[in-house]
């Protein structure tokens, strides 16, 4: 079912753990499938300086909070907005269709974790050009844009189409 990356991902995760003083921190789950995800950021500079993850989940779950963690270690806060659910799992060499979700909700994550630092330090995520998920959760219909930018909920913000859930939050059977 899993490639031998995401196995080395879920059974050698790096990152794992908290720092001691995160300047964000992002969590996100899934109640459908029980996955649970927390990242923590160090910034320095304007760019990731040090993250660590602590996930409660599948092998899938803990593959891609690891490989978040590697994508954007060292990058600017711009280029870690811009990771993409397809960006994690391309760089796992792919995962299941069922478990593309787990990707979901890495990069949900790392983004909650961004905003979470630019809140604390006054500054709008708009000015990083996070803004736009926004209008665009509004115009999918998501039934609560202003409180975030994208919840997860529908599957189609800050998503490729046909990545995330389906309308209404279930993961698509196995098989």
Not at 16 to 32: C, M, R, S, W
Not at 112 to 130: F, M, N
Not at 134 to 146: E, L, Y
Request: with cysteine; glycine share 14%.
């Amino acid at each position: 079912m899993y490639n031998e990356k995401v196995l080395d991902h879920f059974n050698n995760p790096r990152n794992v753990g908290e720092l001691e003083n995160p300047d964000g921190v992002g969590e996100v789950g899934n109640p459908v499938c029980g996955d649970i995800m927390r990242m923590e950021i160090a910034v320095e500079d304007g760019r990731i300086k040090d993250i660590r993850f602590r996930t409660f989940g599948c092998g899938a779950a803990i593959a891609t909070s690891s490989m978040v963690t590697e994508l954007v270690k060292g990058k600017t806060l711009e280029e870690a907005l811009a990771v993409t659910n397809r960006m994690v799992a391309e760089a796992l060499g792919g995962l299941p269709p069922v478990k593309m979700h787990c990707s979901n909700l890495a990069a949900d994550a790392l983004h909650k974790a961004i905003d979470d630092y630019l809140s604390r330090a006054g500054a709008a995520a708009a000015d990083l050009g996070a803004g736009e998920r926004a209008p665009a959760a509004a115009a999918a219909g998501c039934p609560d844009p202003s409180a975030d930018p994208c919840p997860g909920c529908c599957g189609k913000i800050g998503r490729e189409r046909g990545d995330g859930p389906p309308p209404g939050g279930e993961t698509p059977p196995a098989g």
